[in-house]
């Protein structure tokens, strides 16, 4: 249970430290998105398309290179572009200029690049900068049919080509920043059978037994940064008022927040692999249409 109430604080962490940092490129932007325009359908699924090409290319190298320098050096990248997000947002509160937090998020990646215990850490900061990115330049209807696509995406990577569980595998064993992954030792009852023979009768005879096991439970960065994402966007929305806006966030993250709680629970109880941004993304949908209907 442990292992849950652990990615769930992580997941409420990142939305917390997300709104801060969205609200100051919002601010600056009075909520617009920086585009300026809309994406029409094609675009976003030209969008989409390049992400999953960028992940085939992943997935590639993945089978054919088995050291760890080409991921690690992958890793930094991202790391250092998604750090200078956060520290750039959260330095405009402090009137912090743009090398001060280019320097930070230097820093900040040469220590995960030395330091493996850093790694949620990085991936809670990597999932916040990549959330921000895409609210900055995506409007609601935009959001709503990105995160959908992605879902589908998701299920598809699961259950049907299964190179999602692949690649997970193998970044956790590599201990990169593109998940989340806790552990906690838990108490598993089992059942011993013994056969012994009682005046040449055969007897069966069923013992209980407590087995300690290191049970570990992972969630993707995408799993973190799109519904925060999708959050950010409906706060954006209504950014005209901020006091409108702030609810809508905290509702659209609670429901992410109860679907995310119900797959993670029902992940540990089955110990399935399953796509976890699917219900995450419906507890937003349906987070939206309650603000919608009754607060809006």
């Known amino acids: 249970m442990k292992n849950i109430l652990r990615l769930l604080f992580l997941f409420i962490l990142a939305h917390i430290i997300g709104l801060i940092v969205a609200n100051a490129f919002f601010y ?3 909520g617009q998105t920086i585009s300026g325009t809309n994406f029409t359908i094609e675009e976003i699924f030209f969008i989409i398309m390049g992400m999953v090409f960028f992940l085939i290319f992943v997935l590639i190298i993945l089978k054919i290179y088995k050291g760890d320098l080409l991921f690690k ?5 991202i790391v ?3 750090s200078f997000i956060m520290f750039l947002g959260f330095l405009w509160y402090f009137n912090g200029s743009i090398i001060s937090a280019l ?6 990646t040469i220590l995960k690049f030395h ?3 850093m790694r949620n850490i990085t991936a809670i900061v990597s999932s916040i900068g990549m959330a921000v990115m895409f609210a900055l330049f ?21 259950f049907i080509s299964k190179h999602m569980i692949f690649m997970a595998k193998e970044f956790s064993k590599r201990n990169l920043s593109f998940s989340l992954a806790s552990k906690e030792k838990v108490q598993v ?11 040449g009768v055969k007897k069966e005879t069923k013992e209980k037994y407590v087995e300690e096991q290191m049970e570990h439970l992972e969630l993707g960065t995408g799993d973190i940064s799109l519904p925060l994402a999708f959050s950010l966007v409906v706060f954006k929305t209504f950014y005209f008022n901020f006091g409108l806006a702030v609810i809508s966030f905290i509702i659209v993250s609670l429901f992410s927040i109860f679907g995310l709680g ?13 796509p976890a941004l699917p219900p995450i993304i419906f507890g937003s949908l349906v987070g939206l249409g309650i603000y919608l209907i009754f607060l809006n």
Do not use: G, H, P, W
Not at 262 to 274: A, M, Q
């Open 28 to 30: 600056e932007y009075s």
């Open 73 to 77: 050096l992958l890793e930094s990248v």
């Open 80 to 82: 250092f572009t998604t």
């Open 103 to 108: 320097v930070l998020a230097l820093i900040f």
């Open 115 to 117: 330091l493996t215990k």
């Open 138 to 158: 995506l409007s609601l209807l935009e959001a709503i049919l990105f995160v959908l696509f992605m879902c589908l995406y998701d299920i598809f990577a699961v």
């Open 189 to 199: 009852t089992k059942i011993k059978t013994t056969y012994s023979l009682q005046n």
């Open 262 to 274: 119900y797959t993670l629970y029902f992940v540990r109880r089955n110990k399935l692999f399953l």
